[in-house]
C-alpha cells in the first residue's frame, strides 16, 4: 500500500489498529524505500483517527459492499478531500466506524468471489478516486 500510495501521490496514509507499520520487515521488503517518501501516522483507535480528520475538513469514506454503499464510479467530487477507510482483510468495517463515516463506496464485481484483496480494493479505488478528482480540477 506505500507504494500504491506513493505512486498516486497521496498526501498521507493513515494506519490503525492490528496494521503493521514501520519499521517492519514485511513493509519494508515490499514498499521498496517508499515509507520514506509516504508521509504517515499510526493511530491505535481508528475512530479517533476518523475524528481528527472530520476535524480537518476531510469527508469520510468506507470501502466495503453493503446495502448502503455505491459504485465507487458515482463518487461526487464535492466529497474531497477524502479519507477513504480500507477495513481488516478478513473481519472488514466495523459498525463503530461506518457510523462514523459520510459514505460507502463500492468497487462493482462481476465474478463468483464477493470482495478483492485489501491491498488491490485500495489500489483500484485509489486511481479511480484520482481520475474523480482530476475530472474536477481540469488537469
Not at 23 to 45: C, R, S
Not at 51 to 64: M, P, Q, R, S, T
Request: contains cysteine; aromatic residues 10%.
Amino acid at each position: 500500500m506505500f507504494r500504491t500510495a506513493e505512486c498516486a501521490y497521496i498526501s498521507k496514509l493513515i494506519l490503525c489498529g492490528i496494521t503493521p507499520y514501520p519499521p517492519h520487515p514485511k513493509i519494508e521488503k515490499t514498499a521498496l524505500g517508499t515509507t520514506n517518501l509516504v508521509p504517515w501516522n499510526y493511530f491505535k483507535n481508528t475512530i479517533e483517527a476518523i475524528k481528527k480528520l472530520k476535524g480537518e475538513g476531510f469527508k469520510i469514506a468506507v470501502l466495503e459492499i453493503t446495502e448502503k454503499s455505491i459504485p465507487i464510479q458515482q463518487f461526487k467530487s464535492e466529497y474531497f478531500p477524502l479519507a477513504l477507510v480500507i477495513g481488516n482483510e478478513v473481519t472488514g468495517v466495523s459498525e463503530e466506524i461506518f457510523s462514523e463515516t459520510d459514505l460507502i463506496l463500492e468497487i462493482p464485481l462481476y465474478g463468483e468471489k464477493e470482495s478483492l484483496n485489501v491491498a488491490v480494493a485500495f489500489g483500484v479505488a485509489l486511481f479511480l478516486l484520482i481520475e474523480k478528482l482530476k475530472d474536477a480540477r481540469k488537469f
